[in-house]
């Protein structure tokens, strides 16, 4: 896939590594991420995740490698305004109202949004005179969105963004974003929904032991594990015996439900209906953007 040279990149990093002590926590990143795209960074705890974020906003410096935001160091990026940043820690100001912490962020900056467009926006305008100590988990995601997006940044970069969120809250957030992406802008965002990263994203990125393992749409990072899964069906079947069918790598029952793990999924049908021709609810599937996620993030061990 033809990605975006490094001299028009919104987010270009190259070659980053940065350890602690014997742990490498990132080795090696390389990434160029366009203007405009929406990009789901994906790893398990540990991944190197946040590193590369904390190097992105200038909150590290790398052991070696460079990074730069439209052109920028990451400090001069951030000091413009040019990136807004959601942490999923980020303190409040306990003592303020919403509006208040939201309008110290603002007065920081050049050229903020007004306000109440930053609070409409990240749809807290109706707790603009709550305290930030008076804020459910959920609510404190939906300010820590509006302090980030307050800077009118070309570049937004959030960390577990939905997390306290419930479900119709997430579906909420999302709308906005989409109307955000929409002008053109620019979003990186590190999520433990997977369903999240197929939804909204463009592109995923992958990281396992700091390194990237996967990039693409989610249909080329599916791609790039084999195999399908076969469901159906089958009363009665031992497991034994549909772990002996050809082309068959695991099995998993539950009732009379089965499903199939397959290298060779057209050879694992045809023997099933072989075995069990009343087998019935037959459904082939590929390989889902969660078992993607679990195969290409494994311990190498575990590969």
Not at 55 to 71: H, K, N, Q
């Amino acid at each position: 896939m033809t990605r975006t040279t490094a001299l028009h990149a919104a987010v270009a990093l190259s070659g980053l590594h940065k350890a602690y002590g014997d742990v490498h926590a990132v080795d090696g990143v390389d990434l160029v991420i366009a203007p405009g795209e929406v990009v789901a960074l994906l790893g398990p705890n540990g991944a190197g995740k946040s590193t590369t974020v904390d190097v992105l906003l200038g909150l590290t410096a790398p052991d070696r490698g460079e990074a730069s935001v439209f052109g920028l160091t990451p400090r001069e990026a951030v000091v413009s305004g040019t990136v807004g940043a959601m942490l999923q820690n980020g303190s409040l100001l306990d003592d303020a109202t919403v509006a208040e912490a939201v309008g110290l962020v603002a007065a920081l900056h050049r050229a903020p949004l007004p306000v109440a467009e930053a609070l409409a926006r990240a749809d807290v305008a109706d707790l603009a005179n709550r305290r930030c100590t008076k804020l459910s988990g959920g609510q404190k995601q939906r300010v820590r969105f509006a302090l980030a997006l307050v800077c009118d940044p070309d570049l937004l970069v959030l960390d577990e963004p939905t997390v306290a969120m419930d479900v119709e809250t997430r579906r909420q957030f999302w709308r906005g974003m989409r109307e955000y992406t929409d002008s053109g802008r620019t979003v990186l965002f590190a999520t433990h929904y997977l369903e999240e990263a197929q939804e909204f994203a463009d592109r995923v990125v992958l990281m396992r032991s700091g390194r990237v393992v996967a990039d693409g749409s989610v249909a080329e990072v599916r791609a790039t594990v084999s195999g399908r899964t076969l469901r159906a069906v089958v009363p009665g079947a031992p497991v034994a015996d549909l772990e002996a069918l050809p082309g068959v790598r695991a099995v998993e029952v539950r009732g009379d439900g089965v499903e199939l793990a397959c290298a060779d999924s057209d050879a694992a049908l045809r023997a099933l209906l072989a075995r069990w021709p009343a087998a019935h609810d037959v459904e082939i599937t590929a390989v889902g953007l969660e078992d993607a996620f679990l195969a290409l993030t494994a311990p190498e061990e575990a590969r």
